[in-house]
């Protein structure tokens, strides 16, 4: 079972470089999210779906863009990077949203910004 | 935004050895989950706990859920070296704009040492 696929797994732009962090999931799931991991605070919500052509902001989504074209993909768009945004992404997805249900994370982006 | 706030943030202990985690707030929750990360991978889920002064256990792992859906805590018997890894607390909002999100905790680095 692939799960929640994120690619790639290492990045390293430049200051001012965009980029595209993709993730796939093949639950069927109709909700999506992204967080950013920095040590000693947790997992921070960017952006989310909950379902194709649905996408609304989370706690820190200045600088990143998201879109929902198909319930399987929802790729994180840095616009214009900058040596803040340098952090661990991780793509999540879960059966619904406002419940209970369990998010199924990927492996994780590795981000570094120069 | 809510906050939650997870501690001890590092826990070094010998085998054998119990330990509690915390997690505190000020807001109340639908739920708490409990999630066990592994270095170079993403979050797994442990447990979900929704009722207020909820119990639940997992082998040697003992989850609660406060009584007002405030704070929740993990506590672990006789650890393992196998326990080692990150665990992190999620709240899941239950009003508000916080409604249906979750908000992590910063997270418990724990080494049990043989």
């Known amino acids: 079972n692939a799960g929640v696929t994120q690619t790639p797994k290492f990045q390293v732009l430049k200051t001012g470089q965009s980029m595209t962090l993709q993730c796939a999931q093949d639950?069927?799931?109709?909700?999506m999210s992204w967080y950013r991991q920095d040590p000693g605070m947790g997992l921070r919500l960017i952006h989310y779906?909950?379902?194709?052509?649905?996408?609304d902001q989370g706690e820190v989504p200045n600088g990143y863009n998201v879109s929902r074209s198909t319930t399987e993909d929802f790729p994180l768009r840095l616009l214009s990077a900058a040596p803040s945004q340098t952090s661990v992404y991780f793509c999540?997805?879960?059966?619904?949203?406002?419940?209970?249900?369990?998010?199924?994370f990927g492996d994780g982006t590795r981000l570094s910004i120069l | 935004t809510q906050l939650l706030e997870q501690s001890p943030q590092f826990l070094s202990i010998q085998e054998g050895e119990n330990l509690t985690v915390y997690c505190n707030s000020s807001?109340?929750?639908?739920?708490l989950q409990w999630y066990r990360q592994e270095p170079g991978e993403g979050p797994v889920l442990l447990v979900t706990v929704v009722t207020g002064g909820e119990v639940k256990k997992l082998k040697r792992l003992t989850f609660q859920f406060g009584d007002a859906r405030k704070d929740s805590s993990l506590h672990i018997t006789a650890a393992q070296p196998g326990d080692t890894g990150l665990y992190l607390c999620a709240g899941l909002g239950a009003g508000g704009t916080s409604y249906g999100k979750l908000t992590f905790g910063q997270g418990t680095i724990l080494t049990v040492h043989p």
């Open positions: 779906s909950v379902g194709a052509g649905i996408t």
């Open positions: 807001s109340v929750f639908s739920s």
């Open positions: 999540a997805s879960s059966r619904g949203w406002r419940s209970n249900q369990p998010q199924h």
């Open positions: 639950m069927n799931h109709e909700y």
